[in-house]
Nanobody, 124 residues
Framework: QILLVESGGGLVSTGDSLRLSCTAS????????MGWFRQAPGKEREFVAG????????DYADSVKGRISISRDNTKNTLYLQMNSLKPEDTVSYYC?????????????????WGQGTQVTVSS
């Protein structure tokens, strides 16, 4: 039982940075494993980053490692994705996900709840 709303997407230039946010409506936000996925039209939704309940353990896709940082603020019921050195290939919709388990899931179908997505466009 959780509602997720992403924000922070927009139009940027190559090399710029963005911070995406995912605000969760939940009485027990701290009990969820959280993650970020992304999807382009006609493509599969792919894993970007995951974070455990406390925020101490993170996991990243190889394609974004070094440019992406996931974090969470349990006092604000908010998940973040800091993106640096953005490339045109990052021009997709980004989704946050919540998982009712004790480990980060890199597969889409292993996550239980999803936000509606926020669009990121990186111009060349």
């Amino acid at each position: 039982q959780i509602l997720l709303v992403e924000s922070g997407g927009g139009l940027v230039s190559t090399g710029d940075s963005l911070r995406l946010s995912c605000t969760a409506s939940s009485r027990t936000f701290e009990s969820y494993i959280m993650g970020w996925f992304r999807q382009a039209p006609g493509k599969e939704r792919e894993f970007v980053a995951g974070i455990d309940k406390s925020g101490r353990t993170t996991d990243y896709a190889d394609s974004v490692k070094g440019r992406i940082s996931i974090s969470r603020d349990n006092t604000k019921n908010t998940l973040y994705l800091q993106m640096n050195s953005l490339k045109p290939e990052d021009t997709v919709s980004y989704y946050c996900a919540a998982r009712c388990r004790n480990s980060i899931a890199t597969k889409r179908n292993l996550n239980d709840y999803w936000g509606q997505g926020t669009q990121v466009t990186v111009s060349s």
